[in-house]
Nanobody
Framework: VQLVESGGGLVQPGGSLTLSCTAS????????IGWFRQAPGKEREGVSS????????SYADSVKGRFTISRDDAKNTVYLQMNNLEPHDTALYYC?????????????????WGQGTQVTVSS
């Protein structure tokens, strides 16, 4: 079981990035998918999640109104659209899959994790 994140990079403050999470060996539509991030010296933080059953999305307060999570089951991909990025958004971003479909913003329920993609917001 392998999750793969992509789409990270260097962007100026106020810019946008779209992260993608996909898997080659299992079907994401059966899982809640969460996006987490971890900056150096800080704990892993839940950013957003989307459930499988009802498609309900959750967001951390720090990203509400700026980030949007979505899923394309035909492409077996979950996206995180990030707008109006700020330097404090700089972190390694991970996606994770939860078969219990809680859609939590804390790491515990998640069964599988990707390796992460780096997002750096700097002028």
């Amino acid at each position: 079981v392998q999750l793969v994140e992509s789409g990270g990079g260097l962007v100026q403050p106020g810019g946008s990035l779209t992260l993608s999470c996909t898997a080659s060996d299992f079907t994401l539509s059966y899982y809640a998918i969460g996006w987490f991030r971890q900056a150096p010296g800080k704990e892993r933080e839940g950013v957003s999640s989307i459930r499988s059953g009802d498609g309900a999305a959750s967001y951390a307060d720090s990203v509400k109104g700026r980030f949007t999570i979505s899923r394309d089951d035909a492409k077996n991909t979950v996206y995180l659209q990030m707008n109006n990025l700020e330097p404090h958004d700089t972190a390694l971003y991970y996606c994770a899959a939860d078969y219990s479909d809680y859609g939590a913003l804390h790491p515990r329920p998640y069964d599988y994790w990707g390796q992460g993609t780096q997002v750096t917001v700097s002028s």
